[in-house]
């Protein structure tokens, strides 16, 4: 499996997945997820309509799949990271399950290459060097992964993508 961090617009990689990072309704949002519901068009805010009317909403730590879209991608990975408070009510464990979960997804539909956005890193106020270092160690650990062919870490901004590529250099 290749770990590979990209400096990129994440609605514009050609992979069999681009993973989300949602808010719990999946009616899309600010940050990736807006950018992935304007880029992909409104099936994937119809589809995502359906699957919250199903489950009532996407608990922060879980993931679903859509179909893409427009996107160039053929699917997306929905998951809802947490919301920073300190580091003492569980974020670490929620993060690692929003990449656990989306590596089962991909597994589970026989994906063989994902980009993931840095999921909680916005808005959401995870601290940017925790919520890599989580990425990494996650990503690394999950025996899906052996299936996998290329894992993207697809950071919008310098500061990110800078973290990615000391991290996987000290490994």
């Known amino acids: ?7 990129t617009d994440i609605t514009k990689l050609k992979v069999d997945a681009v993973v989300n990072a949602a808010n719990p309704s999946l009616m899309g949002g600010g940050g990736v997820d807006g950018a992935i519901h304007r880029a992909g068009g409104p099936d994937i805010l ?13 608990e922060p730590g879980q993931a679903v799949i859509t179909h893409a879209g427009r996107l160039p991608a053929r699917f997306v990975i929905h998951t809802v990271g947490p919301v920073w408070r300190g580091g003492g ?14 590596l089962q997804l991909c597994f589970e539909n026989g994906l063989r290459s994902v980009a993931f956005p840095n999921i909680s890193t916005g808005i959401y106020g995870y601290p940017k060097q925790a919520a890599a270092k989580t990425a990494i160690e996650t990503i690394k650990a999950a025996a899906v992964c052996d299936q996998m062919e290329a894992i993207f870490l697809c950071c919008f901004d310098w500061e990110n993508f800078q973290i990615y590529q000391e991290l996987l250099r000290v490994e």
């Open 46 to 58: 119809a589809e995502c309509g359906a699957i919250i009317d199903r489950i009532g909403r996407c």
């Open 89 to 102: 009510e569980g974020e670490e464990h929620v993060l690692a399950c929003c990449y656990q979960a989306s």
């Open 1 to 7: 499996m290749e770990l590979t961090p990209v400096r």
